[in-house]
């Protein structure tokens, strides 16, 4: 919508409703993450890499039973930045949501977005409704 070609590529995302993909999704759970299609707040997904067995060999039921309820995602290595802790600072795992903003005048990408912030050591789950934290983030140009 922006007239230009995107400088990253979309995250993979194998949709479970499709035969094949949901194949390849059970066959490689303890890699990837899968998340409801229609889920909010980080709940009701699974991280493989740090999900034990049980947790895997439950949630693979789940998507035998509603594949269509769920997409899947390989693991990405998120970036971090630091954060203070009651031992000083720590670096801590973050992803960006940056906003893009439509009106009558055009399009319009607003000079910074939202850095999600997991403030559990070592978790990947930003998310404010699963104990996750927010900065404020500033693009500036010369």
């Not at 903003?101 to 319009?108: Q, R």
């Amino acid at each position: 919508y922006t007239g230009e070609k995107p400088l990253l590529p979309n995250v993979q995302t194998w949709r479970c409703a499709d035969k094949d993909a949901l194949a390849y999704v059970l066959d490689n759970l303890a890699e990837l993450v899968v998340k409801e299609v229609h889920g909010s707040g980080g709940y009701g997904m699974l991280i493989g890499p740090t999900s034990s067995k049980r947790e895997i060999a439950a949630f693979r039921e789940k998507l035998i039973a509603r594949p269509s309820n769920y997409i899947a995602q390989p693991t990405l290595a998120l970036s971090t930045c630091p954060i203070y802790t009651a031992k000083g600072l720590a670096p801590r795992h973050v992803d960006l949501r940056p906003f893009v903003l439509v009106s009558p005048e055009g399009i319009d990408i607003t000079p910074g977005g939202l850095t999600r912030v997991a403030l559990k050591k070592g978790s990947l789950v930003v998310n404010s409704s699963q104990g996750g934290g927010t900065k404020d983030t500033w693009v500036m140009k010369d």
